[in-house]
């Protein structure tokens, strides 16, 4: 393989999903146009993907089923009808880019997405008896279900959903079976977790999954990452990958809704998607929680481009 045109012969299937309310603040659901759109070291990202050797094929949006009204005080999720309606279509797009034999490119969107997107590229592998792995960087647990939310939103449980766990129409998108196996999953960089989030990652066995910032600082990213990938290349057909920019410290990456400090650095960040490219196996990107509305002179959507391009194996050298 050459290393400089690591996309010779691959075709990036590019799909927008502009869900944001499932979020506490406005804006994420303009993620996607923005890094679309954004411009850097003079190019696109499509003509940056296409100068490492990828065809890129941009199947449009999925379709969102836009709240019409306020959210009941009560319902948890807010928006909840229209947060699983969305996230079906999402997941009937993503099948359709893999259908197409193209790697998907999602680009959020909040993370409620990925309860689609990630239903959808499971089911898509399981239907062919592959079964994948899945690595989750992310400063939030995102583990609450409809039962323990505090706030109600519905970015803050899509992976207890594709995990099993919640609503079952949440966690039933594309079917009622587990979309991944426990063992298969990996999540980086937590540094804020709810007490029921923890509860449950105790109940399922997963604290050893987890390279939260405190292992981080304690084993080194370029250790925390590989044991990452170790853990999701168990599984027989790859892994999927999914990226919440607030995994970013927010000094490299203001422009998100729920900013943690004491997040990773830019390098890091492109370290970790550096090392997920090298390891192969890597079937689905995602990039989630861009908000232009949140951010300073579009510098996030300008790091998530270049996130991206290090995960499709863009290198210094």
Known sequence: MDRLLPGKGKTIGVLGAPLGFGAATVGSELGASAMRLTKFRGASLFDHLKSLGYAVSDHGNASIVVPVCSPDEMENPKYFDEVVDSCENISFAVRKVLEAGHVPLILGGDHTIAAGSLSGISTHFKESDQEIGLIWLDAHADMNTHKTSLSGNAHGMPFSAVLGHGHKRLTGIEGDHVKFSKEYVAHIGARDLDKAEKELIHELGLVDHFF?????????????????????????????????VDVIDPRFAPGSGTLVRGGITYREAHLALEMIHEAGGMQSFEIVEVNPILDQGNVTAEVACELILSAFGNVVL
């Open 212 to 244: 939260t910032m405190s292992r981080i600082d304690r084993e080194g990213m370029a250790k925390c990452v590989s044991e990452a990938i170790e853990i999701a290349s168990k599984a027989p057909g790859g892994f999927a990958v999914t990226f919440d």
